[in-house]
Nanobody
Framework: VQLQASGGGLVQAGGSLRLSCASPGRAFSRYVMGWFRQAPGLEREFVAAITSSGVRTYYADSVKGRFIISRDNAKRTVYLQMSSLKTEDMAVYYC???????????????????WGQGTLVTVSS
């Protein structure tokens, strides 16, 4: 599966942004999908994940209640709706896919098999 992230940009603190991650592959619907982010000088960190069916989601504490992950398997796309953005949310955001059909959702980057190219989110104060 290949992943193409988009939707990043410049937004003011308190604003909203929606990221998308599309995959042309037919196998998209069997993959767990995740979003991670990496700020300059920091390690890549987990943001959110969603099961292949879209029934279960999992969030990092830092974004819980502000971000929503969703997916549309017919469109082979996963989304990250970000609201109430803070300057500390500024980072390059990556989508990732894990070839796993179970209900367990991992926040570990090394458990994801395929990565998109990243999209930059800039939050101004």
């Amino acid at each position: 599966v290949q992943l193409q992230a988009s939707g990043g940009g410049l937004v003011q603190a308190g604003g909203s942004l929606r990221l998308s991650c599309a995959s042309p592959g037919r196998a998209f619907s069997r993959y767990v999908m995740g979003w991670f982010r990496q700020a300059p000088g920091l390690e890549r960190e987990f943001v959110a994940a969603i099961t292949s069916s879209g029934v279960r989601t999992y969030y990092a504490d830092s974004v819980k209640g502000r971000f929503i992950i969703s997916r549309d398997n017919a469109k082979r796309t996963v989304y990250l709706q970000m609201s109430s953005l803070k300057t500390e949310d500024m980072a390059v955001y990556y989508c990732a896919a894990r070839d796993y059909s179970g209900s367990y959702l991992s926040g570990r980057a090394d458990e994801y098999d395929v990565w998109g190219q990243g999209t930059l989110v800039t939050v101004s104060s």
